[in-house]
């Protein structure tokens, strides 16, 4: 049953049990409406108590029944809460732990709420590119305040029950047991003649509504230029306050449809889904069994190994920091230290936290040390012979079951998994720079990765805050095999006609946090070189403009070395476009007998942007990803992928792979065609008219 109903000395208590989070689903809903109404006819009630089960009074809408008919049937919500609202005898929402998004909006439909302190209270409808769509941004102004609703709504941010207590949302908040709280209130209540108090009845009181809308539109329109949901739900909110409850509901609605169609929120929603699917492995059940992890080691003290070792101690994980060198160790804690230090200096962390942080690092110069953690991750130089030596080491000295892993961006796992006796212990989890703060988190796995040690990470990956996607084995993964071929496109492009802020402006205004050649002198030309240098002997038929090779030999690295493919001034991080630099494409271009021509921006888009679905199609086909959704949450989550346009692979589903195919052909026939070989799925999947998201 999805909704218990049991009664309580002349209170009814109708209590939502739909776990984990006591979503609305249709059967939910229909369970809410018969308890009121069997509490309407029993004549010995008095009052109803509304609450959840388990770890929620609820979350908002049942996510598995989005996109199915179930989602609309009624019962709908706003009927639902019509019931409740229009109940001769009190109905009390005794509210804990959660109540967000249509949970929220239930609880403002009764006419008392009691709380307990600590429960998560949000209107998070906007994270979807939507909003509240029953009545939330009519009733919540009324219970809280027009400034404070306006705030909660738009931002999506969930607020403490506690901080709300005077606010006009809650009747009481119980710090003991919510329970008997609820039900002693509503006897109370239940003493009383009605009719009893509805939010839908107060008044938007504001000492100047239209001003502060306006001062909110204005402050919205400058941070939300790409998603419409934001404004939308300031111009609800206002609907509300010149035309009252009725108007303001129906006008509610209105942007609730509109919105749902809009490619922004389909963006965000699968965004919302992609995430979740991530942490699914196909032939991985929910039910495997975890491996205890208690201790963490991490290989290496420098800006990527203190890095992660950041994200265990955050979550209150003891991490042994392995070091060759007393003054590498030394060097890295401070750098640990330091970074804590900032997170205090912006309020973001407590003074007290720092030490506790400080002090679950164990510093240490021998591997002997490593011998008790459960895991083991190391951040070594990224040359296959020196992750040998570290492998073999750690074969000799970790314990039995203890999972080896390897922070590599493009090795061969396999091969380093060769290197110990227990290959079925070792995996790949490739953090992204700065390892503390970017939330991609890849984890790649070995043809004899147990299953139990991806289960593991999987559900590590959350206590640390990433989102964790799964990785076949190939050079690169996912997520750099993709960026490979953008960045060859954009090299491809200088040598054509474009210059490097040409480039960047383009794919920056399609939404790109970052352009290739920004992001190239950012992270430094010398890394790419490197990995240039390896593919020509690798892959001596691969097709590479050696453009960015020139710019490497003149010692231009980028920002490290205060000129790149744009030139930096000192303590100055802005890219200014470098006469030198265009002069030497210019001569490149001569000496290649590459004629220049004008390159259109829309070109500039496509060749990027196409080059990472052709090849995030290939790595389907493969089978290094499984689903479409990992590639785009790869690309969200690490790479600067605008999420208004859901990733790479949704953005193609929107385009219509049948335009992708057209204009992969188009780009095929022109200079440097070559490097385009069009991935089959892409022509099977437009043929049938399908996209890679079904």
């Known amino acids: 049953m999805a909704v218990d109903y049991t009664t309580h000395d002349g209170v009814a208590v109708i209590t939502l049990n739909n776990p984990p989070v006591n979503g609305l689903g249709l ?26 089960a388990g770890k929620a009074f609820s979350g908002g809408a049942d996510i598995t029944e989005f996109n199915t008919p179930k989602a609309t049937q009624e019962p709908t919500l706003a009927t639902v809460i019509k019931v409740v609202e229009s109940s001769a005898k009190p109905v009390i929402a005794a509210i804990h732990s959660v109540a967000m998004g249509g949970g929220l909006e239930l609880a403002l439909g009764a006419h008392y709420r009691i709380a307990a302190p600590g429960a998560q209270i949000a209107l998070p409808e906007v994270k979807l590119g939507i909003l509240p769509g029953a009545g939330g941004t009519q009733r919540l102004p009324r219970a809280i305040g027009l400034e404070a609703s306006l705030n909660m709504i738009v931002s999506g941010a969930p607020v403490l029950s506690e901080k709300l207590a005077d606010s006009g949302l809650f009747d009481e908040v119980a710090p003991g047991d919510l329970a008997e709280a609820a039900l002693a209130f509503a006897r109370k209540v239940g003493a009383k003649e009605g009719p009893h108090p509805r939010v839908r009845d107060r ?81 991985v059940p929910a039910d495997t069994p975890v491996r205890d992890i208690a201790q963490v080691a991490v290989i290496g003290a420098g800006t990527m190994g203190g890095g992660i070792a950041m994200n265990f101690i955050n979550a209150g994980i003891p991490v042994t920091l392995l070091e060759t060198k007393q003054d590498a160790l030394d060097r890295g804690l401070a750098t640990i230290r330091k970074n804590y ?131 076949g084995v190939c050079d690169g993964f996912i997520g750099n095999r993709m960026i490979e071929q953008y960045i060859r496109q954009a090299l491809f492009m200088l040598e054509e006609g474009a210059l490097p802020a040409q480039v960047d402006k383009a794919i ?112 389907l086909e493969e089978g290094i990803a499984s689903k479409a959704s990992d590639i785009d949450m790869v690309y969200l989550t690490g790479y600067g992928f605008p999420l208004y346009r859901g990733g790479p692979m949704l953005y193609a589903d929107t385009v219509g792979l049948y335009n992708v195919e057209r204009a992969i052909g188009r780009y095929a026939a022109r200079p440097n065609g070559d490097a385009w070989q069009l991935a089959p799925s892409i022509a099977k999947l437009a043929a049938q008219g399908r996209g890679f998201n079904g």
């Open 203 to 283: 008044q938007i009181e504001h000492p100047n509504a239209a001003g502060f809308i306006q001062f909110a539109r204005n402050t919205v329109s400058a941070m939300a230029k790409n998603f419409p949901a934001p404004l939308k739900c300031i111009d609800a909110v206002e609907a509300g306050v010149q035309n009252g409850f009725d108007k303001g509901l129906a006008f509610e609605r209105e942007c609730f449809i509109a919105l749902v169609q809009t490619p922004e929120s389909h963006a965000l929603r699968h965004a919302f889904f992609g995430e979740r699917a991530a942490s699914k492995i196909p032939d």
């Open 341 to 471: 230090e900032a997170s205090v200096k912006k309020g973001k962390l407590k003074p007290e936290a720092l030490d506790q942080r400080m002090a679950l690092i164990t510093p240490t110069l021998s591997y002997d040390d490593l011998k008790h953690a459960d895991l083991i991750v190391e951040a070594v130089f990224e040359e296959l012979g020196v992750k040998e030596q570290v492998f073999r080491r750690l074969d000799e000295v970790a314990k039995p079951g203890a999972i080896l892993a390897s922070n590599t961006s493009t090795l061969d796992v396999d091969r380093i998994a060769a290197f110990t006796k227990r290959p079925q212990d070792v995996v790949g989890m490739h953090f992204f720079s700065p390892a503390n703060v970017m939330k991609l988190l890849e984890v790649v796995r070995g043809k004899d990765t147990a299953k139990d040690v991806l289960a593991t990470v999987m559900k590590l990956a959350k206590k640390i805050r990433k989102t964790a996607v799964v990785s």
């Open 508 to 619: 920056e205004k399609f939404g790109f946090a970052m352009g290739p050649f920004r992001m190239s002198d950012l992270a430094g030309n010398d890394i790419g070189w490197a990995i240039r240098k390896r593919r020509y002997q690798e892959h001596p038929d691969m097709h590479y403009s050696k453009i960015a090779d020139r710019l490497c030999e003149t010692g231009r690295f980028g920002q490290k070395t205060g000129g790149g493919w744009y030139d930096y001034k000192a303590g100055d991080r802005t890219a200014y476009p470098s006469k030198v630099v265009d002069e030497m494409i210019g001569a490149f271009s001569k000496e290649a007998n590459a004629e220049r021509r004008k390159i259109s921006d829309e070109e500039i888009v496509e060749r990027l942007v196409f080059a990472l679905v052709n090849e995030g199609a290939k790595i």
């Open 27 to 52: 059967s939910t809903r229909a369970g809410i409406v018969d308890g009121i109404e069997r509490a309407q006819n029993d004549p010995s009630i008095k009052a109803i108590v509304l609450t959840g």
